[in-house]
Every structure is written in C-alpha cells, then in structure tokens.
C-alpha cells in the first residue's frame, strides 16, 4: 500500500475516532480544578478533558503509541521518556519547557527538536484546557 494511502486511511479514521462529542464536563468547570491553594489532581483535573479529547490513545486495540485510558494514564506520561523525542520526558513536574507533551499539545514541539504533529490531532485542545495542563505540570503533575 502506498504510504499517502495509509496517510489518508489514518487521517479518516481519526476523524472518526479521535475526538469525543458524548456530554462530559466542560472546561470551564474543569478550569476551576483546585482551589487556589491545592495543586491540580491528574485525575479531576486533566483525566476529563484527556477522555474528551484523546480516543486514539484510549482505544481497544490502541491506536497510539501509549494509554491514556483511566488509570494507567498518569504512569504513562510523567517521569517517562518520550519516543519521539528520547532526551525528553512527556511529563517532567514542573517544567513545560522540559515536557514534550506540553511541546505536542501546545504547538511547539518542532521547536524543541521532536516529530510528527500538534495532538490531539483532529481537534486540538482549547486555551482553556491547555492551560489546565500546563498548570497541573508547573505545579508538579500531582496524581
């Protein structure tokens, strides 16, 4: 099969399984989080716009290089490697600029050096959810 055909197949199933449009909490409640003295929780905080926005990665069989289905998410992402990009991890605690999932969600992931493209790919996350993710990480990626 020719590689621009297998481009195509993977871009129409994305647009079929990549994004989800059943009800769920919206980021304007999962942008209050924590209060303003408690760390954002991966769980309450990220998790939700993650299962919203992330079926490829949630899929039986995957169709992702990882899960990032309930429960195993958390344990892989932060503090391991990224494939792409081996001299970073996805989720270092504290640092975006040291997060190459950030670099994936945010846009900027050419700059630092890393491959393929933004994520989730067929609809990118909002500002509001990225700046969920971006404070859960600077705050130290908390369980």
């Not at 429960?71 to 989720?91: E, F, H």
Request: overall charge negative.
């Amino acid at each position: 099969m020719h590689h621009r055909s297998i481009r195509h197949i993977l871009f129409l199933v994305s647009l079929c399984g990549c994004a989800n449009t059943e009800a769920g909490p919206s980021t304007d409640s999962l942008a209050a989080g924590a209060s303003a003295n408690e760390a954002p929780g991966f769980e309450t905080s990220v998790q939700p716009f993650i299962n919203m926005a992330c079926n490829c990665h949630q899929s039986d069989p995957l169709m992702a290089p990882f899960s990032l289905k309930e429960g195993a998410a958390y344990d892989a992402i932060v503090n391991v490697p990224s494939r792409q990009l081996t001299t970073m991890m996805l989720v270092k605690p504290g640092s975006t600029q040291e997060s190459y999932l950030w670099h994936k969600v945010n846009g900027t992931f050419l700059d630092v050096g890393g491959s393929g493209m933004i994520m989730p790919f067929t609809i990118p996350l909002n500002e509001t959810e990225k700046a969920i993710f971006e404070r859960w990480i600077l705050a130290g990626a908390k369980r």
